[in-house]
């Protein structure tokens, strides 16, 4: 059984960093697209970055090119989200997910909730100002 668990989050000033974990198990990260997402008070959940299978492949919204990166340590199984230069409207709950689909190419990158079939359970991020 596949499973994600993320783990990094709490409380930062505006201008800090944090590091998110998504450590999985029953399934390679080298061998799947992974993504992380957020979900702020009183909003929908949105996707925020995320990497293709072969982790070649990148996508991140605007807001946060340029501050955070994504990555995959296949040695580790584990995605990665460094988060730099953090500002108060990146507060959220951020939730790992990954696409199991094999099939999807390996320069894909999911962008949209549906694509995805696992997720995290979710780890707060709080930015004070």
């Known amino acids: 059984q596949v499973q994600l668990v993320e783990s990094g989050g709490g409380l930062v000033e505006a201008g800090g960093s944090l590091r998110l974990s998504c450590e999985a198990s029953?399934?390679?990260?080298?061998?799947?697209?992974m993504g992380w997402f957020r979900q702020a008070p009183g909003k929908e959940r949105e996707f925020v970055t995320g990497?293709?299978?072969?982790?070649?492949?990148?996508k991140y919204i605007d807001s946060v090119k340029g501050r955070f990166t994504i990555s995959k340590d296949n040695a580790k199984n584990t995605v990665y989200l460094q988060m730099n230069s953090l500002k108060a409207e990146d507060t959220a709950v951020y939730y790992c997910?990954?696409?199991?689909?094999?099939?999807?190419?390996?320069?894909?990158?999911?962008?949209?909730?549906?694509?995805?079939?696992?997720w995290g359970q979710g780890t707060q991020v709080t930015v004070s100002s």
């Open positions: 990497i293709s299978r072969i982790g070649i492949s990148t």
């Open positions: 997910a990954a696409d199991l689909d094999r099939q999807r190419g390996s320069f894909y990158v999911p962008q949209i909730e549906v694509e995805y079939d696992l």
């Open positions: 029953g399934r390679t990260v080298s061998s799947i697209a």
